[in-house]
């Protein structure tokens, strides 16, 4: 399994930015996907989450900013984030678990691959 993310960068606040995580290396199924992110000094925080069952979760930090969603066809998770400011930046991380829970709640130990992560910094 192998995800692999793709679109940080350097933004100002208020811009967007729209994340990529491409996936391969296990076939479809009924799975749980996730975005976390790492700010320097802070613990590894889960911001969204996705199930194959097509509902979404945000932590309320992101909600009405962020949303997340999945090409199927493509094998690829996206997050749009929106109106973002400088506590935002982070280090973005891609999450997936081949199997399925109830609102694919965040926890990290229940994500077994990750992508190696992609920075997203906010400064005026």
């Known amino acids: 399994v192998r995800l692999v993310e793709s679109g940080g960068g350097s933004v100002q606040p208020g811009d967007s930015l729209r994340l990529s995580c491409a996936g391969s290396?296990?076939?479809?199924?009924?799975?749980?996907y996730a975005w976390f992110r790492q700010a320097p000094g802070k613990e590894r925080e889960g911001i969204a989450s996705?199930?194959?069952?097509?509902?979404?979760t945000y932590a309320d930090s992101v909600k009405g900013r962020f949303t997340i969603s999945r090409d199927n066809a493509k094998n690829t998770l996206y997050l749009q984030m929106n109106i973002l400011n400088a506590e935002d930046t982070a280090t973005y991380y891609c999450?997936?678990?081949?199997?399925?829970?109830?609102?694919?709640?965040?926890?990290?130990?229940?994500?077994?691959?990750w992508g190696q992560g992609t920075q997203v910094t906010v400064s005026s």
């Open positions: 999450a997936a678990a081949l199997s399925w829970w109830p609102q694919c709640a965040m926890s990290i130990e229940r994500y077994k691959y």
């Open positions: 290396g296990y076939s479809a199924g009924y799975y749980c």
């Open positions: 996705f199930g194959s069952d097509g509902e979404a």
